[in-house]
């Protein structure tokens, strides 16, 4: 390529650029082969970017709706991103105007709808089929070994499971909220746990009421610390609750997150009777 495209920062689950989860949008990434997503990916910094291109025929949608989209963290391209979705749907809601994308991703085919109200776009993703699983006594004691905690710390109410709403994530809850606020982990032992699991983020929650909820995601085989606002995970989390009648099957849980990173942001995950799949919204907007 001759000229560099044009990337869009954008922030998701904030109206405020310097809350929610920040992602490199590039809206027309035609051209560009994997080496150059990563290295525009890394050069950004930011947990995960954003690149559509044409969609792959028989996707569906309106014309000019329908896009493949891929994600790419700093280190290597994952196969869904909630918050990306989420920031990369805001923007086309700008350029396009409000309606109902179609994306392919990896994990499949995600819908998402952007509606706007009093100015502002609000974007809601439906995720791929949800699946929960039993985590290993071994794996589990590593993992809290990597982050420094207890059998103690957990909320036994809430036990570890791994789930997946288009990217797999452990769930883990703190049994209070000052063990959630205390997060100093081991990255490089969390990361090779991680990836023998093959697991996207940590899903660390603590239970404020029966729907409300505080999260916190380390990333580290994405080669960063902490993600400030988790889409997919947020999904993940949405059917493992339902799944383990943590809640009722139609149920709108808020999550909130970023906020221990001085980045705060809302996500909410609703629940529809009849339904497996997750729908996971949040509002975005562009960072200057």
Same mark, same amino acid.
């Given at each position: 390529?001759?000229?560099?495209?044009?990337?869009?920062?954008?922030?998701?689950?904030?109206?405020d650029?310097?809350?929610?989860?920040?992602?490199?949008?590039?809206?027309?990434?035609?051209?560009?082969?994997?080496?150059?997503?990563?290295?525009?990916?890394?050069?950004?910094?930011?947990s995960?970017?954003?690149?559509?291109?044409?969609?792959?025929?028989?996707?569906?949608?309106?014309?000019?709706?329908?896009?493949?989209i891929?994600?790419?963290?700093?280190?290597?391209?994952?196969?869904?991103?909630?918050?990306?979705?989420?920031?990369t749907?805001?923007?086309?809601?700008?350029?396009?105007?409000?309606?109902?994308?179609?994306?392919?991703?990896?994990?499949?085919?995600?819908?998402?709808?952007?509606?706007?109200?009093?100015?502002?776009?609000?974007?809601?993703? %439906?995720?791929?089929?949800?699946?929960?699983? #039993?985590? =290993?006594? @071994?794996? $589990?004691?590593?993992?809290?070994?990597? &982050? /420094?905690w207890?059998?103690?710390?957990?909320d036994?109410?809430?036990?570890?499971?791994?789930?997946?709403?288009?990217?797999?994530?452990?769930?883990?809850a703190?049994? %209070?909220?000052?063990?959630?606020?205390?997060? #100093?982990? =081991?990255? @490089?032992? $969390?990361?090779?746990?991680?990836?023998? &699991? /093959?697991?996207?983020?940590?899903?660390?929650?603590w239970?404020?009421?029966?729907?409300?909820?505080?999260?916190?995601?380390?990333?580290?085989?994405?080669?960063?610390?902490?993600?400030?606002?988790?889409?997919?995970? #947020?999904?993940?989390?949405?059917?493992?609750?339902?799944?383990?009648?943590?809640?009722p099957?139609?149920?709108?849980?808020?999550?909130?997150?970023?906020?221990?990173?001085?980045?705060?942001?809302?996500?909410?995950?609703?629940?529809?009777?009849?339904?497996?799949?997750?729908?996971?919204?949040?509002?975005?907007?562009r960072?200057?």
């Amino acid at each position: 390529m001759t000229t560099r495209p044009s990337i869009l920062r954008y922030t998701a689950f904030s109206l405020d650029p310097l809350g929610g989860n920040p992602a490199g949008v590039l809206l027309d990434a035609a051209g560009l082969d994997d080496d150059a997503m990563l290295a525009i990916a890394a050069d950004l910094g930011y947990s995960e970017s954003a690149f559509l291109t044409a969609p792959p025929e028989g996707l569906g949608g309106v014309s000019g709706r329908a896009f493949t989209i891929r994600f790419f963290s700093c280190k290597a391209e994952v196969p869904f991103c909630g918050h990306a979705t989420v920031a990369t749907a805001v923007a086309l809601g700008e350029h396009i105007g409000a309606g109902d994308l179609v994306f392919a991703t990896r994990a499949g085919h995600v819908l998402v709808s952007v509606t706007e109200e009093a100015g502002v776009l609000r974007a809601t993703l %439906t995720t791929v089929e949800p699946h929960i699983e #039993a985590i =290993d006594d @071994a794996d $589990l004691a590593e993992a809290l070994a990597a &982050l /420094d905690w207890s059998a103690a710390d957990l909320d036994t109410a809430l036990p570890p499971r791994i789930a997946f709403a288009g990217a797999r994530h452990l769930v883990l809850a703190a049994a %209070t909220r000052e063990r959630l606020a205390d997060l #100093a982990y =081991d990255f @490089a032992r $969390l990361e090779a746990l991680m990836r023998r &699991l /093959d697991l996207i983020t940590l899903q660390l929650v603590w239970r404020e009421s029966p729907t409300v909820f505080h999260a916190r995601n380390p990333f580290p085989v994405g080669g960063v610390v902490e993600d400030p606002a988790t889409g997919a995970a #947020a999904g993940a989390f949405g059917a493992y609750a339902r799944e383990l009648g943590l809640v009722p099957d139609a149920s709108v849980l808020t999550l909130h997150q970023g906020a221990d990173m001085g980045r705060p942001g809302v996500l909410t995950v609703e629940l529809r009777e009849g339904d497996t799949r997750v729908r996971v919204s949040g509002t975005g907007t562009r960072i200057a």
